[in-house]
């Protein structure tokens, strides 16, 4: 048979103490209450996540918004630009300076106006002979507000007809 202790020499289990155990209750309830908190926290960075990418995509399709307003408000510029050289100097202006500038014995078959920066000028002219285009030249150099006036290519037998770019300057 089997022996029975002796519980009068054996030491009984003895309880911890009731600190040691609020300790241990303890510290399972802060394990707990972390992992809580850190998959909290984990679900957070994803929305965050989220709202980046969403903040993103709207930042994209914003800026490509805006380069097509920047690219209408160039061409407008260039537009409103054009459109205060054109009142500066509208075309009946300028064929009347050159009416002024041209002798009788010379006349603009063409004239095409352009307004950017500048405003340039290309002239057809068709003059008697050699020496009222000579004139003619002369006089669009000295009189009128013309700048940079450049004339083509001309043959000096009998009628003269060639072409002459300038710049046009404000009235002196």
């Known amino acids: 048979m089997r ?13 911890p103490p009731a600190r040691e155990l609020l ?9 707990f209450l972390s992992l809580g908190h850190a998959s909290a926290t984990r ?11 969403a903040v993103r ?8 918004r805006l380069r097509a307003v920047d690219a209408r408000t160039t061409q ?19 064929v009347a300076a050159i009416a002024r500038a041209l002798p009788g014995d010379a006349r603009v078959e063409r004239l095409t106006v352009g307004y950017g920066d500048a405003i340039s000028l290309e002239m057809m002219l ?9 004139r003619a030249l002369a006089r669009l150099v000295e009189a009128g507000p013309f700048e940079e006036v450049i004339p083509g290519p ?8 060639t072409s002459v770019s300038a710049r046009w300057a404000e009235e002196r």
């Open 3 to 15: 022996e029975q202790p002796d519980f009068s020499t054996t030491p009984r289990p003895r309880r």
């Open 23 to 31: 300790a241990v209750v303890l510290g399972f309830l802060v394990l």
């Open 43 to 53: 679900r957070e960075a994803g929305a965050a996540r989220e709202r980046l990418a």
């Open 57 to 64: 995509r709207e930042i994209g399709s914003l800026e490509a």
């Open 76 to 94: 407008g510029g260039e537009l409103l630009t054009r459109a205060a050289a054109a009142g500066e100097a509208p075309p009946e202006r300028i």
């Open 126 to 134: 068709v003059a008697r002979d050699a020496a009222a285009w000579d």
């Open 154 to 161: 001309e043959r000096r037998d009998g009628e003269v007809r």
